[in-house]
Nanobody
Framework: QVQLVESGGGLVQPGGSLRLSCAAS????????MGWFRQAPGKPRELVAS?????????SDSVKGRFTISRDNAETTVSVYLQMNSLKPEDTAVYYC??????????WGQGTQVTVSS
C-alpha cells in the first residue's frame, strides 16, 4: 500500500532546530525525486526542498542554508528527512512530503505541524 507518513514536528523557539521524518511506503518511491512541502495558514502549499534518487538536492531561497534534506532508499520504504536549523516564525506551517513532480504525486499524508514561536 502506498502511503506517506510525516512526523517530528512540534513547537520550537526562534533559532531552534527540528528534524522531520517521512516514511514513504511503496517501492515506487525509490525512483522518484522526493520533496518536502509546507503550507502556512491562508497560503498555498509550497515546495521547500527536494532530493533526487542519487542524493542531489535543491532548496527554495527561503530555506537555503538552514534546511537540509536527505533520504534513505530502502527496498519497500523510502525515508526522507528534513533537518531544520535556525528556525524563524515564518517557517511555521504544516509540513508534508511527496514526490516533487505532480505527475507522480500520491495522496497527501496528514503532515506534521511546525510552530516557531517564543
Amino acid at each position: 500500500q502506498v502511503q506517506l507518513v510525516e512526523s517530528g514536528g512540534g513547537l520550537v523557539q526562534p533559532g531552534g532546530s527540528l528534524r522531520l521524518s517521512c516514511a514513504a511506503s511503496g517501492s515506487i518511491f525509490r525512483f522518484y525525486v522526493m520533496g518536502w512541502f509546507r503550507q502556512a495558514p491562508g497560503k498555498p502549499r509550497e515546495l521547500v526542498a527536494s532530493i533526487t534518487r542519487g542524493g542531489s538536492t535543491n532548496y527554495s531561497d527561503s530555506v537555503k542554508g538552514r534546511f537540509t534534506i536527505s533520504r534513505d532508499n530502502a527496498e519497500t520504504t523510502v525515508s526522507v528527512y528534513l533537518q531544520m536549523n535556525s528556525l524563524k516564525p515564518e517557517d511555521t506551517a504544516v509540513y508534508y512530503c511527496n514526490t516533487e513532480s505532480a505527475t507522480y504525486r500520491r495522496p497527501w499524508g496528514q503532515g506534521t505541524q511546525v510552530t516557531v514561536s517564543s
